[in-house]
């Protein structure tokens, strides 16, 4: 075995001996019906979930034929939890004697959907293990937003089918792009930043990107316009370095300019030369 080998496999089995520590993943093992999950999933839901857990909430999965992660939601967040799936195999039907709320239909279907919440109300929580296409992704998202209550979450698993070709990618339209749109969207709430007019803005309050998991916050009270504000101290009348380089740059490069008279038609670029040259400095950021 190679030391390489050998640091791989260390890192594994230490993070396996972490794995095993969350409450989430020794429900996910208890459950006594299938379930399929990545294991980088655990860390996330311990993160994102922990402040759920023994409290009455209504959580919502999308995607839960075989049963097993009924189980290990119900386990994860208590005896107070309203558990409800969403599936399009009308099999899980079987899953109402376990106590459980089911609703067959397609997450396409925004019918579907406003029928399911004029049934159930609004939720806590939505997570998306579902079909994984952009189309489900992006409707399902649309969709259950407006239901989801304040201080809670829609978690969309599975995202790194926005950068697989059986689902269409390249693509401007895949749900990773469409969540990058959102982040434009989240930042229109400046007032002088117009870079979306997404409606989403008035009810997401932040976005939390995990490796093939995109986590997002709702919070309407907090989705406001952003003002700028004093604490009304006394004012030292410093100067604003913020642009100090940039006008150095160009002090500098007029200055050598005006040696040259065949170079004075080209101060009114300069700027935009500075500017080429910024950005060529981020490209290998990109």
């Not at 640091?7 to 459950?31: F, H, P, R, V």
């Not at 189980?71 to 558990?83: P, T």
């Not at 969709?143 to 201080?151: F, M």
Request: proline share 3%; hydrophobic share 35%; charged share 25%.
């Amino acid at each position: 075995m190679t030391s390489s080998t050998r640091s791989a496999t260390q890192i594994t089995k230490a993070y396996e001996n972490a794995l095993g520590q969350l409450d989430i993943y020794k429900c996910y093992k208890k459950s006594p019906y299938l379930s399929n999950k990545h294991s980088s999933y655990f860390q996330v839901y311990a993160e994102l979930l922990e402040p759920y857990r023994n409290k009455p909430i209504t959580f919502i999965e999308v995607g839960v034929l075989n049963g097993g992660s009924l189980f290990m939601w119900r386990e994860y967040f208590g005896a107070k939890a309203r558990i409800i799936g969403i599936e399009f195999n009308p099999l899980a039907k079987r899953w109402e004697s376990e106590g459980f709320e089911i609703f067959i239909g397609s997450q396409s279907d925004g019918l579907f959907w406003d029928e399911v919440f004029n049934k159930i109300g609004d939720v806590d929580m939505v997570l998306d293990d579902g079909g994984h296409t952009y189309e489900q992704q992006i409707i399902t998202a649309h969709k259950c937003i407006p239901h989801i209550k304040d201080g809670g979450l829609l978690i969309v698993e599975d995202t790194h089918t926005s950068y697989f070709k059986d689902f269409g990618y390249p693509s401007k339209y895949s749900f990773i792009e469409w969540t990058k749109m959102l982040i434009d969207n989240i930042n229109s709430r400046f007032p002088s930043v117009k870079a979306s007019a997404l409606p989403y803005k008035n009810s997401i309050y932040s976005i939390s990107i995990f490796e093939s998991i995109v986590s997002f916050k709702i919070q309407r009270n907090k989705c406001f316009e952003s003002a700028p504000t004093t604490n009304g101290g006394t004012s030292l009348n410093a100067k604003d370095f913020r642009h100090q380089e940039i006008e150095d740059k160009l002090s500098v490069i007029s200055r050598n300019f005006e040696k040259f008279r065949w170079a004075r038609r080209f101060k009114k670029s300069l700027a935009k030369r500075i500017a080429k040259l910024r950005i060529a400095q981020l490209k290998k950021y990109f």
